[in-house]
Every structure is written in C-alpha cells, then in structure tokens.
C-alpha cells in the first residue's frame, strides 16, 4: 500500500491546473483531492480533514478569500493561495486574513512542493509548548491563544513566529528574521502578520506591552 505524505486539497475553477497539480503531487506521493469552487470545497472540508489547502483567489462565485475567511477560525489546516501576478494587495490581504503562504501564478511545481514540505515539516513534527503569563495563555500545540478566556485560532505563520520568539522571550528579531522564518520576502507583509499577532494576544493592539516593536531593528515578545 502506497504511504502517502499528506492529504491535500486543491482548489481552482482551472481544469488544467488542478490536473496538473494533482499529476505532479501524486508523483511525489501526496494524496490529493479537488475541487473547482470555493463551494465545492466547502463541502469536502466539512467531510475530510486535510493536511493542506491549496486556494486559487480568483474564482467564479465565492472567491479564496472568501472561503479563507469563513473558514479560517473553524479550521487548523494551513492554506497557500495561488495569486495572479503583480498583485501585491492580494497577497497582503490573504495574510491578514489567516493563509499561511502565497504563490503567484504562474509559478514551478517544485517551488510548491518546497512550501508544502516546510509547512507539513512545521505541522506535523512540532513540540508542544504551551506558555501562560498574566491573563494570556498561548498553546502552540492547539495553534491557540486564550485571552481573558477569548479564544484566538492561530495560523501555521504566526505558530511559527510565536514558537521562535517564545523560545527566546526578550530577544529582539529584525524583520527579515521573520521573513525569511516564514518565507516572506516583502517587510510590509510581515508587519502585517505581527499586526495580527497584536490583535489577538494584546487588550490595546496600539500600544502592545508584549509584543513590541524595537525601532529600527525589530520586534520583541516580552513573557513576564
């Protein structure tokens, strides 16, 4: 019997790109389902649990990023969006949203590939760690974070990005630090992320007094 890596669904009203995802995929051994809406793979998540989700933003009928931000705060599954190219506010509004990557068509299989291997590497060899310090608990374990008893869904991004800082509380890491951690290139787009980091662990985002912002060289998470 065949050992597959990990489940995945692809998402894309593009006949010709879901073939050739689930060609190539299968090729190095991962099982893969399709689906060509964003309401079709509403269905399928419903019924199956998925390692992954790969989400075309541009779609007939509900977009991807409607479906990620119906979806993100009822499911764990990392999601990577497939972007049409030269679209920066796209790929911002898909971070800010919850996905944790992004691809811009057109792009090489392999690169896929190389994404959906570090964020299954992250996922599913992770430690637990589980850290609670005034009215905050964060469990990276459950990807949560539990403020004044308010339940916070974490993504794969902002797992990873918590799970370095926590391992190194008052250390201050530069944003391409963080960038290169979650492979982003663009400065903006990781400001983004700790944005939304903010939102979820601070009671006044505007002035955090855990995750703060060293001027002009990065940010630091402060446990107390």
């Known amino acids: 019997m065949n050992k597959f890596f ?3 669904l692809v998402v894309d009203d593009d006949e010709g790109i879901r073939s050739l995802l689930k060609k190539f995929l299968n090729e190095n051994k991962y099982l893969i389902t399709t689906a060509n809406s964003a309401e079709n793979a509403a269905e399928k998540v419903k019924l199956i649990k998925f390692d992954i989700i790969i989400l075309d933003i541009m779609m007939q009928g509900q977009s991807g ?17 497939l972007t049409a190219k030269g679209e ?11 996905a944790d990557d992004y691809l811009s068509k057109p792009f090489e299989p392999k690169e896929l590939l190389l994404r959906i291997k570090n964020i299954l590497n992250k996922t599913q060899n992770k430690e637990t760690r589980r850290v609670k310090f005034d009215n905050i608990e964060i469990d990276l374990n459950k990807s949560q974070i539990i ?7 974490i993504n794969n991004s902002e797992r990873k990005i918590l799970d370095k800082m926590i391992g190194s509380p008052g250390e201050t890491f ?13 400065e ?7 944005t939304r980091l903010r939102k979820k662990i601070e009671i006044d985002p505007k002035n955090p007094k855990y995750l703060q912002t060293i001027r002009g060289t990065g940010y630091v998470l402060w446990i107390e």
């Open 65 to 81: 990023i409607e479906f990620t931000i119906k979806f993100r705060n009822e499911l764990n599954t990392p999601i990577i969006l």
């Open 88 to 98: 920066p506010d796209e790929r911002i509004q898909g971070l800010e949203i919850g």
């Open 174 to 186: 530069s944003r391409e630090d963080i960038g290169k951690l979650i492979n982003l290139e663009k």
């Open 147 to 153: 403020r004044d008893g308010i339940e916070f869904k």
């Open 188 to 194: 903006r787009s990781v400001d983004v992320i700790i």
């Open 6 to 8: 990990g489940h995945i």
